[in-house]
């Protein structure tokens, strides 16, 4: 009875913002959807406490994690801001999709390979320096794209005077960039028991999938906002993709300075052991980076979710930044008011018309599916339910693969949505959530930025290797064909290692 009266606010909430999407216009319902989210977790937080910590304890690290997940979503705005931006820029020709796929996928590898440096950073600094370095870096780079895009666009400039700078300056935004999830599972390992984290990691992955909403959905609301018209055909100004994820990214430096603490005894708690494999306690004397490394491909779990999380970056982002161009290239034909109009699938399919929204719910439902089975019916092991989820891309994308080759465009919405939901909630359980575990306290951003690291190796990898095989898709079609073909060897190699991890569990290791 007493959940039930505290959730009584939450589905207040949820039933606003369900009346605001029926009657009245799209962008307050952006505009409202992000409290009720934050709701949502806090409600689902304050359900979960398996360890009996204490009520003190827990409003102090609800603080901490709130503000540390909001403050890495405003990343993820400025991340997937250039995806948004790439389809308007494609429409007024000043990046093609072979341009976009190259300046993506450098920036990707480049994120990737930071993670060599700045694990262990994160673990040398703390996860607290490491985010304020992510947010405000990535605030300046995507300052310097908007001002890029402005001067080019008023300038009258082509698609060179764009790619060059683009290049540079989104490849330097990813670098501060990767800062992030290092940043998040480093404080966060100190902060929560292992039997804590599977279900916590859906509840942060639900704050990453708020980013990914973030940068399509409000980035999308503020273009359409500040758009003029000429004549009849509408000038977005696509510079304000990335100056609002700036001026928001600053405001959340600015919080992380005076709220976020690395571990409870800063914050005036105990610190506690978290029942992982950490092998140093503060305070002892640790590895060096090198010996870190050398422990960590020793390690045949380890590796096994390297293998794992390579594929989960080339399907993650197969599915993200593709289906939206994929959307705007297929075009069929609408009867309104008897008049027959060509539009493209991206005006007429709910899922792509509201595609920030669909990712940000497949990447809550993911993420809870796969900690709360993790967490309460495999005694907090993670291959389990990375496996069920790599299955069911498997299945999504031999689907998809007829799909997209025979038109059966009402569907491809759909299992784009739930191959995002399984991918997502795979992402949250290894490199948010088993990287803490394998690594422990003293390593988790070591652990954490090789395993995301890989994640980013793959997203390059696709990025670049899709932007070659659909350039000129427009045109012809067909090419799109290609598409889930292409992803579908990396759903059998996913599944292969997820199996092969079903039994692995953390152990604590004597230095």
């Given at each position: 009875?007493?959940?039930?009266?505290?959730?009584?606010?939450?589905?207040?909430?949820?039933?606003?913002?369900?009346?605001v999407?029926?009657?009245?216009?799209?962008?307050?319902?952006?505009?409202?959807?992000?409290?009720?989210?934050?709701?949502?977790?806090?409600?689902?937080?304050?359900?979960?406490?398996?360890?009996?910590?204490?009520k003190?304890?827990?409003v102090r690290?609800?603080?901490?994690w709130?503000?540390?997940?909001?403050?890495?979503?405003?990343?993820?705005?400025?991340r997937?801001?250039?995806?948004?931006?790439s389809?308007?820029?494609d429409?007024?020709g000043?990046?093609?999709?072979?341009?976009?796929g190259?300046?993506?996928?450098?920036?990707?590898?480049l994120?990737?390979?930071s993670?060599?440096?700045?694990?262990p950073?994160?673990?040398?600094?703390?996860?607290?320096?490491?985010?304020?370095?992510?947010?405000?870096?990535?605030?300046?780079?995507?300052a310097?794209?908007?001002?890029?895009?402005y001067?080019?666009?008023k300038?009258?400039?082509?698609?060179?005077?764009?790619?060059?700078?683009?290049?540079?300056?989104?490849?330097?935004?990813?670098?501060?960039?990767?800062?992030g999830a290092?940043?998040?599972?480093?404080?966060?390992?100190?902060?929560?028991?292992?039997?804590?984290?599977?279900?916590?990691?859906?509840?942060?992955?639900?704050?990453?999938?708020?980013?990914?909403?973030?940068?399509?959905?409000?980035?999308?609301?503020?273009?359409?906002?500040t758009k003029?018209?000429?004549?009849?055909?509408?000038?977005?100004h696509?510079?304000?993709a990335?100056f609002?994820p700036?001026?928001?990214?600053?405001?959340?430096?600015i919080?992380?300075i005076f709220?976020i603490?690395?571990r409870p005894?800063?914050?005036?708690?105990?610190?506690?052991?978290?029942?992982?494999a950490?092998?140093?306690?503060d305070?002892?004397?640790?590895?060096?980076?090198f010996?870190i490394?050398k422990?960590?491909?020793?390690?045949?779990?380890?590796?096994?979710?390297?293998?794992?999380?390579f594929?989960?970056?080339v399907?993650r982002?197969?599915?993200?930044?593709?289906?939206?161009?994929?959307?705007?290239?297929?075009?069929?034909?609408e009867?309104?008011?008897?008049?027959?109009?060509?539009v493209?699938?991206?005006d007429?399919?709910?899922?792509?018309?509201?595609w920030?929204?669909?990712?940000?719910?497949?990447?809550?439902t993911?993420?809870?599916?796969?900690g709360?089975?993790s967490d309460?019916f495999?005694g907090s092991?993670?291959?389990?339910s990375?496996?069920?989820?790599?299955?069911?891309?498997?299945?999504?994308?031999?689907v998809?693969?007829f799909a997209?080759?025979?038109?059966?465009y009402?569907i491809?919405?759909?299992?784009?949505?739930?191959?995002s939901?399984?991918?997502?909630?795979?992402?949250?359980?290894?490199?948010?959530?088993?990287?803490?575990?394998?690594g422990g306290?003293?390593?988790a951003?070591?652990?954490?930025?090789?395993?995301?690291?890989?994640v980013y190796l793959?997203?390059?990898?696709?990025?670049?290797?899709?932007?070659?095989?659909?350039?000129?898709?427009?045109?012809?079609?067909?090419?799109?064909?290609y598409?889930?073909?292409?992803?579908?060897?990396?759903?059998?190699?996913?599944?292969?290692?997820?199996?092969?991890?079903?039994?692995?569990f953390?152990?604590k290791?004597?230095?």
């Amino acid at each position: 009875m007493k959940n039930f009266f505290r959730s009584i606010p939450v589905i207040a909430l949820i039933g606003l913002e369900t009346f605001v999407y029926l009657n009245y216009s799209h962008d307050l319902f952006v505009g409202i959807l992000p409290f009720v989210v934050i709701a949502i977790i806090t409600y689902l937080y304050s359900l979960n406490n398996p360890v009996g910590h204490s009520k003190e304890f827990r409003v102090r690290s609800y603080v901490n994690w709130m503000i540390l997940g909001l403050s890495y979503a405003s990343l993820y705005m400025g991340r997937y801001n250039l995806t948004v931006a790439s389809a308007k820029f494609d429409e007024i020709g000043l990046m093609s999709k072979e341009a976009f796929g190259a300046i993506f996928g450098i920036g990707a590898v480049l994120y990737g390979v930071s993670f060599v440096f700045n694990g262990p950073l994160a673990d040398k600094l703390g996860g607290k320096k490491t985010i304020i370095v992510a947010t405000v870096g990535a605030a300046l780079s995507n300052a310097i794209l908007g001002y890029v895009t402005y001067s080019v666009m008023k300038n009258g400039g082509n698609a060179d005077s764009l790619f060059w700078p683009f290049l540079f300056f989104y490849a330097l935004n990813m670098y501060f960039q990767s800062f992030g999830a290092v940043s998040i599972v480093k404080v966060n390992a100190a902060w929560f028991h292992i039997k804590e984290r599977g279900v916590f990691g859906g509840i942060f992955g639900t704050l990453i999938s708020l980013g990914i909403f973030l940068a399509f959905d409000l980035n999308g609301m503020i273009l359409n906002e500040t758009k003029t018209f000429v004549g009849e055909k509408p000038y977005y100004h696509i510079w304000w993709a990335f100056f609002a994820p700036a001026i928001v990214l600053i405001i959340f430096a600015i919080l992380d300075i005076f709220i976020i603490k690395d571990r409870p005894s800063q914050a005036g708690f105990e610190d506690f052991d978290t029942g992982d494999a950490t092998r140093y306690e503060d305070g002892a004397p640790k590895e060096s980076a090198f010996e870190i490394y050398k422990r960590i491909l020793k390690h045949p779990v380890i590796l096994m979710m390297i293998a794992i999380e390579f594929c989960s970056g080339v399907l993650r982002n197969g599915i993200m930044h593709w289906g939206v161009h994929y959307a705007h290239n297929m075009k069929i034909i609408e009867v309104v008011n008897g008049v027959k109009k060509v539009v493209s699938i991206a005006d007429a399919d709910f899922f792509f018309q509201n595609w920030g929204l669909i990712l940000m719910v497949a990447g809550i439902t993911g993420g809870f599916f796969a900690g709360f089975i993790s967490d309460k019916f495999f005694g907090s092991r993670r291959g389990p339910s990375a496996f069920f989820l790599y299955a069911g891309m498997f299945l999504g994308f031999v689907v998809m693969a007829f799909a997209v080759r025979y038109q059966w465009y009402d569907i491809v919405g759909f299992l784009a949505f739930f191959m995002s939901m399984c991918v997502i909630g795979v992402h949250g359980m290894l490199s948010g959530t088993a990287s803490m575990d394998f690594g422990g306290k003293d390593s988790a951003a070591t652990v954490a930025g090789v395993v995301d690291g890989f994640v980013y190796l793959g997203t390059g990898f696709q990025s670049i290797t899709l932007g070659k095989i659909l350039e000129n898709a427009g045109s012809d079609p067909t090419k799109w064909n290609y598409w889930p073909i292409f992803l579908i060897p990396f759903t059998l190699i996913g599944l292969y290692f997820t199996y092969k991890i079903w039994n692995a569990f953390p152990k604590k290791e004597q230095s």
